[in-house]
């Protein structure tokens, strides 16, 4: 199935465009990278890139201007987001106080707080050296039948191997698309997909602020997914709104079980575990859950929080 007709890109500040174009509590997931307020435009310098294949007019946002900036769009997250709906903000550290500001100021609800383990290749000599990138997980509280969809085992069928993929510290694997033309600063489709599948269901609306590369959007479309997105950078628009044209759906992915005998080990384990845990809250019946101590292990605990 062609991805045409089940996207809407502007040319034009999110801000803005989602003022004009997005109506209230109307999407179910926004995941965006902004700029960080740092120069961007000129960090090939430091490191060392071929920026060959970059798409020229890349705009970062100045200093100055950060706070205001961040409060702008991420108030208008808000106002789009449905009950239960789900947004992930990409961040370096240099600013993430104004972003953590902005999202405070809301009525959002904190979810997580990721990290993003990813060597950006520059050393250093008086202090540690960077290698991540923050992910911020926040959404609308839910209301009514409007939950926050979270799809815990979209990719592994049994508890521990979803467990072990859910980790609020994750790899961010390198962009490579050798000899095709990119955005500066791109991100892997394979990490963006991986919230996409987690966090929105198929038909549902998909919106990115800042479209960069657009590889939310092809992300979001290879899923079934609809896609809204913004990209104030003209050369960028260009270049990469044909690319959703391309895009062909693909099939839900077959969540991943372990074999019989794996999966019958891991069973034989949680009886155990079952019934140790049943003795001691035999032998302690006025403990409540909250002093009763458990084994931190991923096939026993699980806490929705």
Known sequence: MQSKNRYQVYNQSCAEGMREHVKDNSIDL??????????????????????????????????????????????????VLRPGGSLYIVSGYSNLHHILNALHATDLEEINHIIAKYSFGVSTKNKFVSSHYHVLFWAKPSKGALKRTFNSNYKYTDQ????????????????HNPGQTKNKNQLNEDFIEKFVMYSSNRGDTVLDCFGGGLTTGRTALRWGRNFIGFELNKNAYDAFVPTLD??????????????????????????????????????APNDSPADTIKMANPDLIEFDQ
């Open 246 to 283: 391309t895009v062909e759906e693909q099939p839900d992915p077959i969540p991943v079980s372990p074999n019989a005998k794996e999966l019958a080990k891991r069973e034989k384990m949680r009886e155990g575990w079952r019934k140790d845990r049943a003795k001691k809250k035999l032998s």
């Open 160 to 175: 521990k191997d979803s467990y072990h993929d859910r980790l609020s510290v994750q790899d961010m694997p390198r962009a």
């Open 30 to 79: 926004i995941f965006t990278d902004p700029p960080y307020g740092i120069d961007g435009d000129g960090l090939d310098v430091h490191y060392h890139r071929d920026e060959s294949k970059v798409v020229s007019g890349y705009i970062d946002v100045p200093l100055s201007q950060y706070a205001k900036f961040s409060q702008d769009w991420i108030t208008e997250c808000a106002r």
